[in-house]
């Protein structure tokens, strides 16, 4: 790390695949929804392939990807079009792909990414809208030996879109940072699950090395096969290292596709970039171009909800702390029940901010990550959680209690008032309600009031408990403590 | 416009075309042909003019989101030459 940092610098452009999340595919009526289909169930002549078929725009598509260019501060291009990308693999059904070459239909945009506390943005080159290929699994005879191919071609034809950077990330850590602000972008704005496991959300990177102050770019490598982030992170610090020990020793760096092998924890070549890469892109005659206006792009934009960047600035508005700020604005849904908590408590906003990012990221944050759930799974609505907030914040239950009628209420739905109704919980502030039990605990403990007329203060403390311990945690602990003081001082 | 033999053949490569020395020699011939007809509309003067994608006044030509029925499976694999438990099945294309 440290000899690479100082003798070269590392150039990082990441290329990601990710699968819109339509309801039919992007130039046909078939479902696009194929998970756990039987294969070759969603198929018609147009994603088969078959001669004589007309492909149609699939209008949502150019919506949500209008949607993620804005998010990403890309301009909208006026005119775009599809082409052909030609290339001869079973995994095209037609020998080519529909592909956008020249004219994407969106263009020069950026993403910020925060990494050791320094904000840096991200160049976005493009975003452009294809077509997802059919799946090829790999097969051999069991009779002959021979290796063969089965086609499912069911994805084939579902709307995809390329995410390319711009070769402005300089570490492992910022391409990772990189996918997951923009995982976390995509999923804000609904347009994709983007899940790398399950395959929705594809990286390729583009790694090359140049000696430090060097303004020509070195000959980059491309890495393919990265299932998750970590794997991309990985796989980038491999292939650092890899580059950096072949110019130490005088060799030239190879244009080439490598793959990740995760289990071994190394790249692997694939296939050396020669003529083979020959698209030979035309203009696809089969679809007019999109002449998308500044009017549809605008509108397009008052459908943006509120992204994580500025929701993040607007809770850091409220006093939260960078840390709660950040956890707070991971993905849309904890937001919003964060908010919705929040606006039900109806304090002094800062204080309602401050309250319900204590119990979510505290008390519900704990019960989530006990049972592997997310936040959309937690069965309490916002303002149940605010009526407990608000039960312990105005001292109707102690902060002990509260948590107790918390482990109640996702038992059983129930509201934390009804809870401490019928349990009798409510806490105890009365002196009067208090003294008997004060006074029990002083009869039953002479130690410990020996010990704290010694001058040991702390004792008080587990004549405290003592009483709490009766009071089944109801009793308000300063009331005790008081009483405690004050009737110690008494029969001194 | 003449086309070298090695062009021809990278051409045959792309298209999955096996082609004999007396093809190559044959096709060299005839796609330098073609490539001068093509050759007549380089002559012509296009400075400043658009590029056109299509020759139709149309644009934005889409459709709704909305799903229809697909084909059976078994309709779907009627005209694959082989299949294999609902699978399309072809050559292997692992190097």
């Known amino acids: 790390m440290t000899a690479i940092a100082t003798k070269y610098e590392t150039v990082i452009g990441l290329e990601v695949h990710c699968q819109l999340i339509t309801r039919s595919k992007m130039f046909c009526s078939c479902s696009a929804d194929y998970s756990g289909a039987e294969p070759n169930t969603h198929v018609c002549p147009v994603c088969l392939g078959m001669p004589g078929v007309l492909p149609v725009i699939n209008e949502r598509a150019i919506e949500y990807i209008t949607m993620t260019g804005l998010a990403l501060n890309c301009e909208i291009s006026e005119f775009s079009k599809f082409d052909r990308k030609n290339y001869p693999y079973p995994d095209l059904m037609k020998g080519y792909q529909i592909s956008q070459y020249d004219l994407p239909v969106c263009h020069d945009g950026w993403l910020e990414i925060e990494v050791d506390d320094e904000r840096r943005r991200i160049g976005i080159e493009r975003v452009h809208m294809e077509e997802d290929t059919a799946r090829l699994l790999h097969r051999t005879d069991a009779v002959t ?175 939260l702390s960078e840390h709660e700020a950040t956890a707070l604005t991971e993905d849309r849904e904890r937001a919003a029940y964060f908010e919705g908590v929040s606006a039900a408590l109806g304090l002094e906003p800062q204080r309602s901010a401050k309250l319900a990012a204590n119990w979510v990221l505290g008390e519900v944050a704990r019960w989530l990550n006990a049972g592997q759930k997310e936040i959309v799974d937690f069965p309490l609505g916002p303002e149940q959680l605010a009526g407990l907030a608000r039960l312990v914040e105005d001292g109707k239950v102690t902060p002990n209690v509260g948590k107790d009628v918390f482990e109640k209420m996702v038992t059983n739905g129930m509201d934390a008032a009804a809870i401490v109704e019928a349990e009798g919980l409510a806490q105890i502030s009365g002196e009067d309600d208090l003294v008997e039990a004060v006074r029990r605990a002083i009869a039953a403990n002479q130690k410990a009031v020996d010990d704290y007329r010694a001058g040991k203060d702390a004792s008080i403390k587990f004549l405290v408990g003592q009483v709490m311990r009766e009071t089944r945690g109801r009793a308000n602990a300063q009331v005790v403590q008081g009483l405690l003081e004050r009737e110690l001082q008494e029969n001194d | 416009m003449a086309l070298t033999s090695a062009e021809v053949l990278h051409i045959a490569r792309l298209a999955r075309i096996a082609l004999r020395d007396a093809d190559v020699e044959r096709f060299t011939a005839q796609l330098s042909g073609i490539l001068d007809h093509f050759a007549a509309l380089a002559a012509v003067d296009t400075e400043g003019v658009e590029p056109t994608a299509h020759p139709l006044p149309l644009s934005n030509v889409m459709r709704d989101d909305l799903v229809a029925p697909s084909l059976s499976q078994a309709e779907a694999l009627a005209n694959a030459p082989q299949a294999e438990d609902g699978y399309i099945r072809v050559r292997a294309v692992l190097e």
């Open chain 1, 145 to 319: 030996g021979e290796g063969y191919s089965l086609i499912d071609v069911n994805r084939s034809g579902t709307p995809l879109m390329e995410i390319v950077s711009r070769p402005d990330m300089r570490t492992p850590a910022e391409a990772r940072e990189y996918l997951v602000r923009l995982r976390q972008i995509l999923r804000y704005i609904g347009v994709s699950d983007a899940n790398m496991e399950e395959g929705n959300f594809r990286c390729d990177a583009n790694i090359s090395l140049r000696p430090v102050g060097a303004e020509r770019l070195g000959t980059k490598v491309e890495i393919k096969n990265m299932n998750s982030f970590r794997a991309v992170h990985d796989a980038i610090a491999f292939e650092e290292i890899r580059q950096a020990r072949m110019l130490d020793a005088g060799e030239r760096i190879v244009q080439e596709t490598r793959g990740w092998v995760d289990e071994r924890g190394e790249t692997v070549s694939q296939r050396t970039k020669e003529e083979a890469n020959d698209y030979r892109y035309f203009p696809e005659p089969d679809l007019p171009p999109l002449k998308l206006s500044r009017a549809f792009a605008e509108a397009v934009r008052a459908k943006l909800p509120e992204l994580p960047a500025a929701k993040k600035e607007r809770f850091l508005a409220l006093r």
